[in-house]
């Protein structure tokens, strides 16, 4: 029996001695890490992300100070919540990430459906433009004409005004010559 309550005995300093060991051993590691996050430049330089973890650390550090062999049921349950947190904070993260990605493939397709519009429109503008430009040719000729035709029209006028003043001067020119050879004629 006495042999049985050795064993015991020793077994239970052993597990006692691990959990203040492992107690020690957590402890100094966060209080390393806390060191390290409070050494890269202060609240100041510190992301959210850093931020929360100097918060949670610092939590599992006073907690795994203040507790000691018996308090190890605690600790495990909020390393259990803190980590079922962030799985959920994952999860959420994934699902936020799926919604960008498909916010952002919506996006992209929009802006492709938008390229292919434009372009379109481009294209009905460049016909539009070259149905101006021969419109505004034809013009351009129609007027051309028009000013040839105006330069012409009084040469012509001028020429046949011309015409009509040396006939209407031949007329009684002509006359007298007719009368006169008649005259000559009928004296002969």
């Not at 650390?57 to 947190?85: M, N, P, Y």
């Not at 916010?103 to 016909?127: F, H, I, N, P």
């Not at 105006?150 to 001028?158: E, L, M, Q, S, T």
Request: hydrophobic letters at 45%.
């Amino acid at each position: 029996m006495d042999a049985i309550v050795f064993v015991g005995l020793s077994l239970a300093l052993l597990v006692a001695v691990t959990v203040l060991v492992h107690q020690m051993r957590l402890r100094r590691a966060l209080q390393a890490l806390l060191r390290r996050l409070l050494d890269t430049g202060g609240y100041t330089n510190m992301t959210r992300m850093s931020l929360g973890l100097l918060i949670a650390l610092s939590t599992v550090l006073a907690i795994v100070s203040l507790g000691g062999c018996g308090k190890d049921e605690r600790l495990a349950q909020f390393a259990r919540e803190a980590a079922d947190r962030q799985a959920a904070q994952n999860r959420e993260m994934s699902r936020l990430n799926r919604e960008v990605a498909q916010g952002t493939k919506r996006l992209v397709e929009a802006d492709a459906q938008s390229r292919t519009e434009l372009v379109a429109l481009q294209q009905d503008l460049r016909a539009d433009q070259t149905e101006v430009n021969r419109g505004r040719d034809r013009l351009e000729a129609e007027r051309k004409e028009i000013a040839a035709q105006r330069n012409r029209d009084p040469v012509v006028a001028n020429a046949i005004d011309g015409v009509g003043l040396i006939v209407a001067c031949l007329v009684p020119l002509l006359f007298c010559w007719f009368l006169f050879r008649r005259v000559r004629a009928g004296s002969d």
